[in-house]
């Protein structure tokens, strides 16, 4: 394992789901310092956001620092990167849900796009060594040919947030080229696990069947998603942070490597709640995916990257932290 002790890591969207494990995940394998951006928005309970930060501080005192500073406002992110003697950057920060994506695109583009560039712009100003970049799976769009792989053509995202991604790598490949600077770019597919955001379809459904209440099941259940598990996505992300030097700009697909329909992701939620889910259906929603899979090839030979957890293991994870944070997510 490479030797973290020298790096200050910016980690945007730190507050977040996948920011927090990430950020906790720097400073135990021995980080000097985690820098820690978000805006802490209300896209959901802004307490939570909080209560992530502060058990990072709780957790590792000076080295963990919180900013609560907007992405975009790049001089202010210049300025404490510097300040901090930032040495490479873990970007997360994003409006990151789809649906809400279509009823606001230009906000998504503010924070992705131009929030992306900002981050890039700032991380060459403090000379930083490298960055690590959050994109999705929903760069793919409909893909009719499965496993996806890097490889694969993404030239038709269907909903903003998507083309966003999309468009933030594209955006991390200029910086490269112009720079020098190694960008990884890692396609994460639908991740899940303690702490997971409540518009996602697990959080959702745990609450709503622990509870009786009636579950809304988009088309027929026979979509597919690609879940994976917030530790394996993390395992991911340091992997990419240590050896994107060698490869100068990648993008690697992140997966569970096992997809389940829509329907048995419903029974497994039934199963661990111990309750029969009661569905209310309704019809596709737009820009939302038929299916997802993370063709893994690349990120096992390149990054040696092996997901462990599987999914009915997995929410019952999630499902034990919601219950020791009834208070905020069950409410
Ligand atoms: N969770 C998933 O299934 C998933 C899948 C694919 C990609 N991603 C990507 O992973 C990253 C993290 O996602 P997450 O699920 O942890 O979401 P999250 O919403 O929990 O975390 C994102 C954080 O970014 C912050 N943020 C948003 N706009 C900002 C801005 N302008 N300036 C500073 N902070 C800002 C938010 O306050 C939030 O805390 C995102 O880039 C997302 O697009 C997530």
Redesign the pocket.
């Known amino acids: 394992m490479t030797d973290l002790s020298n790096e200050t890591v910016l980690v945007?969207?730190?507050?977040?789901?996948?920011?927090?494990h990430v950020s906790a995940e720097l400073l135990r394998r021995g980080a000097a310092r985690v820098v820690g951006?978000?805006?802490?928005?209300d896209?959901?309970d802004?307490r939570r956001?909080r209560l992530?930060h502060q058990q990072l501080v709780d957790a590792f005192g000076d080295r963990f620092q919180a900013h609560e500073?907007?992405?975009?406002?790049q001089e202010q992110i210049t300025g404490l990167m510097r300040d901090a003697g930032v040495t490479g950057v873990v970007?997360?920060?994003?409006?990151?849900?789809v649906r809400p994506s279509i009823a606001d695109p230009v906000g998504y583009a503010?924070?992705?796009v131009v929030?992306t560039q900002s981050v890039l712009s700032a991380a060459s100003a403090c000379d930083c060594k490298r960055v690590v970049?959050?994109?999705?799976?929903?760069v793919y769009g409909n893909n009719e040919k499965t496993p996806f792989s890097e490889d694969d053509s993404v030239e038709r995202p269907i909903s903003p947030?998507a083309a966003t991604?999309r468009a933030c790598e594209l955006i991390g490949h200029t910086h490269h080229h112009l720079t020098g600077m190694p960008v990884a770019m890692l396609?994460?597919?639908?991740?899940?696990g303690p702490?997971?955001?409540p518009d996602?379809a697990i959080s959702l459904f745990l609450g709503k069947v622990s509870k009786g209440e009636t579950i809304n099941r988009f088309g027929d259940g026979t979509t597919s998603r690609d879940y994976?598990f917030v530790d394996d996505i993390v395992g991911g992300v340091m992997r990419a942070y240590e050896r994107i030097d060698a490869h100068g700009y990648r993008i690697w697909n992140l997966g569970g490597d096992h997809p389940i329909t829509l329907n048995e992701l419903i029974e497994t939620v039934g199963r661990v709640v111990g309750k029969e889910p009661v569905i209310n259906e309704m019809g596709m929603q737009a820009g939302d995916v038929e299916r997802t899979w993370a063709d893994l090839s690349r990120s096992r030979a390149e990054l040696g990257y092996a997901p462990s957890t599987g999914i009915e293991e997995g929410i019952e994870r999630q499902w034990a932290w919601m219950q020791e944070h009834a208070d905020l997510v069950l409410a």
């Open positions: 945007t969207g730190s507050a977040g789901f996948i920011g927090s951006v978000d805006c802490v928005t896209y959901y802004p956001k992530n500073v907007d992405i975009t406002e970007h997360l920060a994003a409006k990151a849900g503010m924070a992705n929030g970049c959050a994109s999705s799976s929903s947030y991604k396609r994460f597919f639908t991740v899940f702490g997971q955001r996602l994976t």
